[in-house]
């Protein structure tokens, strides 16, 4: 077992290594079975394995991180089944070259030889230029394999989706990592220059990119070091690999989502760990502050009136203070939002009365609770029989306020954890009055 990496470097031959060329150009693997870190495809029982063993390909979109191997498995597909290999990059292609491409396709399958055709970053292209592909995909002039580091969902067009799979590669796991620094080594003739714990740093430093990681040790083999580094000295000569986090793409969605969800379930070390992820990686600290304030009225409501003061709060310290001082008070809000009690009794109310307020449409309330400015409205009834609630016993009268047309609703159902075990007992004596003074 070897490799797969290089997704955005332009596909080399199998047989075309140089001593010159980059260490992760020359560990391409030459055939599936050496591809590591993603045989949930590629071996027998995987999608991509079983269309290799019958001679067929489909069209395809394969989707995953940078570094794991989506241009390396499309060139060895079209070696295992014997097509054309065609590859365009989506960054430095145009309509002319897509229209050369299907016509250089089109002459081929008239001789004989089907075409697979490889677009990188498929995502960048506009819905326009996505939808030219389908009479070519749909006559079989060529196969698609659209690579793509984006959600599909998002960003390629559902009538492109419906004639294409979708293929998940995974991030390379520590067993991936060290197999490719195990082929390096191999490769070079001789072990890393670093000590076991850093080996392992500059691994995990890798966050799944296999590329970055040979890119990492290449640098390190280059430099002829005399001592074995240690994680310090690692740390010091290599500089760490970014997360992958776009602010307007999945990622911000998936992380946001992750924090939402921690805080609910009530893990203020998940919730921890999710909030430090989105500001390490850049994220605007008040779209953090946004979500927190609508997590404490959502999900902690009047269990907790004090959560959505917190969040307030912690937004105008941050205005105050900035960063990164400022964001204490946020990692403050957030721990009070995690060990909060919990209540979304607010929010399914909120659902319930906006789904009446579309039923019932322009019903009037009752004219006795209705405002009597002019006389022509006291003499039709308006306000007529009002009772005054402070002039009543326990400061409740017991009236109805609904519609003659419309029976009472109850939406809010307030539960018995924190402060809304309180408004329970306030509602259910409030219930019990009104039962006596029907």
């Not at 430099?223 to 997360?243: E, I, K, N, T, Y």
Request: charged fraction near 25%; include cysteine; hydrophobic fraction near 45%.
């Amino acid at each position: 077992m070897t490799d797969l990496f290089a997704d955005d470097l332009p596909p080399q031959p199998a047989t075309a290594s140089s001593e010159d060329a980059p260490l992760a150009d020359r560990l391409r693997p030459a055939s599936l079975d050496e591809v590591v870190g993603q045989e949930h495809l590629t071996g027998p029982e995987g999608a991509i394995g079983r269309m290799v063993a019958a001679g067929k390909l489909s069209s395809m979109i394969l989707w995953g991180p940078p570094g794991t191997g989506k241009t390396s498995i499309a060139r060895l597909l079209a070696d295992a089944v014997g097509m054309r290999f065609v590859s365009l990059s989506a960054v430095f292609s145009g309509v002319a070259d897509l229209k050369k491409a299907f016509a250089e396709a089109e002459t081929m399958a008239k001789a004989g030889h089907k075409t697979l055709l490889l677009v990188d970053e498929i995502h960048r292209f506009n819905r326009a230029q996505q939808d030219g592909f389908l009479p070519f995909v749909e006559n079989g002039t060529v196969t698609l394999i659209g690579a793509t580091t984006e959600n599909p969902s998002f960003e390629l067009n559902a009538a492109l989706l419906s004639r294409a799979q979708v293929l998940i590669l995974h991030r390379l796991d520590h067993k991936a990592l060290c197999a490719l620094l195990e082929k390096a080594e191999k490769e070079v003739g001789h072990p890393l220059p670093v000590t076991a714990a850093a080996r392992d740093a500059l691994v995990a430093s890798a966050d799944g990119d296999g590329r970055f990681l040979l890119n990492q040790a290449e640098t390190l083999f280059d430099v002829g070091l005399d001592q074995p580094l240690d994680p310090a000295g690692l740390s010091q000569f290599l500089q760490r690999r970014m997360a992958v986090y776009d602010k307007d793409r999945e990622g911000h969605y998936n992380l946001i989502s992750a924090l939402h969800k921690s805080l609910r379930g009530s893990d203020p070390q998940a919730s921890l760990y999710y909030l430090a992820r989105m500001l390490v990686a850049g994220e605007e600290p008040l779209f953090v502050l946004r979500r927190l304030t609508r997590a404490a009225v959502e999900d902690v409501g009047l269990a907790d009136p004090q959560a959505l003061v917190q969040c307030l709060a912690a937004k105008d310290a941050y205005e105050f203070l900035g960063s990164p001082e400022g964001e204490l008070a946020i990692v403050q809000a957030c721990l009070y939002l995690a060990t909060a009690p919990k209540s979304n009794a607010a929010y399914i109310a909120q659902k319930a009365a906006w789904r009446s307020a579309k039923e019932t449409g322009s019903l009037m309330p009752p004219a006795n609770i209705l405002n009597a400015p002019t006389k022509l409205m006291k003499d039709v009834g308006y306000g007529k029989g009002y009772a005054y609630d402070h002039d009543a016993d326990e400061g409740f009268s017991g009236a109805s306020y609904w519609p003659a047309e419309m029976e009472a609703q109850t939406y809010y159902r307030p539960v018995e954890r924190g402060f809304e075990r309180q408004v329970a007992e306030r509602i259910a004596y409030w219930d019990k009055l009104r039962r006596e003074r029907a």
